[in-house]
């Protein structure tokens, strides 16, 4: 078994505990002796003990003179659990392979120090790219007070989000519908403005089966459930202010909103946060980010609408995009499109994505990318 193919099993396992450890990164780690991986751990829950620590404890005595794959470097300071350096010193690894270093300034590169004080071989960069993409939401959480952003959207060839009467069931396909749930499966929170509410009625919950798992995830109860309402304009039989959905669902209003709507809300169980409003009399998406950081949210899926993906473009806060074009035209000029807000005045302003990704997914076109930090952003 050579490197990559055991850093492979720790980035499995990473994988598998996405949307399950805020505020802490997802970690994967595997313990190698003799080419045989005698050990096997990921991130607990929070407060819960880390990867390395779960995979030194499967391997026991054999992780005397064996090797530790981890995807990101071991955390070398107490905060809830001890040190993970401590726990490899004390176990014998004779050489820690990490994929990537630590992405918070404060501490990146103190635990190889540590680990390389001690004697311990240390190796870095394996399968890099693909470990920095896994924790790029705990990076960006602590680097700008706010959760990592991913919009979805999914549209047809002419670029509309749904017909000229507001029909858009469906525009892409199953196996794209099933992509889309293993994504909510993997993040935090899910966000849409009312008026996606009011026009989709959605659930915003992850429904999928074991056998369309991408990874074997552990049941959760998130990802919570987060409406973007100024005035509090909620239809009263939505999915999302029924009891079954309610008690996981945020909804922010500004402080317009009435007395009488603040009480039918939170009648229906869910929690209401009033923030206060910008100049233009409106919920500042801002402030709504830092204040789902607050409760330890690292990972924000928008989900639309037009308006509200058009502000998190106007402001500079989407980090990440996932959108499918559907080989379908329908068009009309009243149709919604999915940027809409101010936009930008000219093509060479243009936002180009980095790390562009594509596939195809039974005749829906996928195209990933990140959006790189503007100048501008708010921080």
Not at 80 to 95: D, F, L, V, Y
Not at 112 to 134: D, H, K, N
Not at 164 to 178: E, K, L, M, N, V
Request: charged content about 20%; hydrophobic content about 40%; overall charge negative.
């Amino acid at each position: 078994m050579d490197d990559r193919e055991a850093m492979r099993q720790a980035l499995d396992c990473a994988h598998a505990v996405e949307g399950r450890t805020s505020p802490r990164p997802p970690v994967g780690a595997v313990v190698v002796r003799d080419n045989v991986v005698v050990g096997k751990g990921a991130t607990s829950p929070p407060y819960g003990p880390h990867a390395e620590v779960h995979a030194l404890r499967e391997a026991g005595e054999l992780a005397r003179g064996a090797d530790l794959y981890v995807t990101l470097e071991p955390c070398c300071v107490t905060i809830h659990t001890p040190p993970c350096t401590q726990a490899i010193i004390e176990a014998g690894i004779r050489r820690v392979i990490m994929a990537t270093c630590d992405p918070n300034p404060r501490v990146c590169e103190l635990g190889i120090a540590q680990l390389r004080s001690a004697g311990i071989e240390v190796v870095v960069g394996i399968e890099e790219e693909e470990a920095r993409a896994i924790v790029r939401p705990f990076s960006t959480f602590i680097t700008r007070n706010r959760p990592y952003v991913t919009a979805k959207w999914a549209m047809t060839l002419d670029g509309k989000l749904a017909a000229r009467t507001g029909d858009s069931y469906w525009i892409s396909g199953p196996q794209a519908r099933i992509w889309v749930h293993n994504l909510r499966d993997r993040v935090d929170a899910i966000m849409v403005g009312a008026g996606t509410v009011r026009s989709d009625d959605p659930m915003l919950n992850v429904r999928l089966s074991a056998e369309q798992q991408a990874y074997a995830r552990a049941p959760r109860q998130g990802p919570a459930r987060v409406v973007f309402s100024t005035n509090g304009d909620l239809p009263i039989n939505s999915k999302l202010l029924q009891p079954e959905l309610a008690a996981g669902t945020y909804v922010f209003v500004g402080e317009s909103c009435s007395a009488e709507r603040r009480q039918r809300l939170q009648a229906c169980g869910v929690e209401l946060i009033v923030l206060p409003e910008n100049a233009q009399r409106e919920l500042d998406l801002q402030t709504v980010l830092q204040d789902l950081a607050q409760r330890g949210l690292m990972h924000v899926l928008l989900e639309g609408g037009n308006r509200l993906l058009g502000s998190a473009f106007d402001q500079g806060l989407i980090d990440h995009v996932a959108a499918f074009i559907a080989p379908k035209l329908i068009g009309g000029a009243a149709a919604y499109t999915p940027v809409g807000g101010q936009g930008l005045a000219a093509m060479r302003d243009a936002r180009i994505l980095e790390h562009v990704h594509t596939q195809i997914i039974e005749g829906d076109v996928l195209i990933e990318g990140d959006l790189p930090e503007r100048d501008d952003a708010t921080s």
